[in-house]
């Protein structure tokens, strides 16, 4: 069983950074593939980021390309989620998850553990 609890979420005005974190707890997720998705209100959750276990493969949905690095170290078992030049649009609440297979690192199906989520608000 992984325990997951994300942190760092707030309130920022566009073009503002913030860093999320997840910590993960109980069973190590060094081997895990880890992503980040996100649900702003009244839609549905959409994926944001993944990371590979080994750290050597990153993916990001196409809306938050260039502007968002997702990392994470094993040795903490915690995964970040540093967020430039926000825009109104990012506003949601930010999901991190953790996946044993990485298949379909952009499917919110094939996570097997989700944290609680962190709120995001960006001001415009």
């Known amino acids: 069983q992984v325990q997951l609890v994300e942190s760092g979420g707030g309130l920022v005005q566009a073009g503002g950074s913030l860093r999320l974190s997840c910590a993960a707890s109980?069973?190590?997720?060094?081997?895990?593939?880890m992503g980040w998705f996100r649900q702003a209100p009244g839609k549905e959750r959409e994926f944001v980021a993944a990371?590979?276990?080994?750290?050597?493969?990153?993916y990001y949905a196409d809306s938050v390309k260039g502007r968002f690095t997702i990392a994470r170290d094993n040795a903490k078992n915690t995964v970040y989620l540093q967020m430039n030049n926000l825009k109104p649009e990012d506003t949601a609440v930010y999901y991190c998850?953790?996946?044993?297979?990485?298949?379909?690192?952009?499917?919110?199906?094939?996570?097997?553990?989700w944290g609680q989520g962190t709120q995001v608000t960006v001001s415009s």
């Open positions: 998850a953790a996946d044993r297979s990485g298949s379909y690192y952009w499917r919110e199906a094939s996570y097997d553990y």
């Open positions: 109980g069973r190590t997720t060094s081997r895990y593939f």
């Open positions: 990371i590979s276990w080994s750290d050597i493969s990153t």
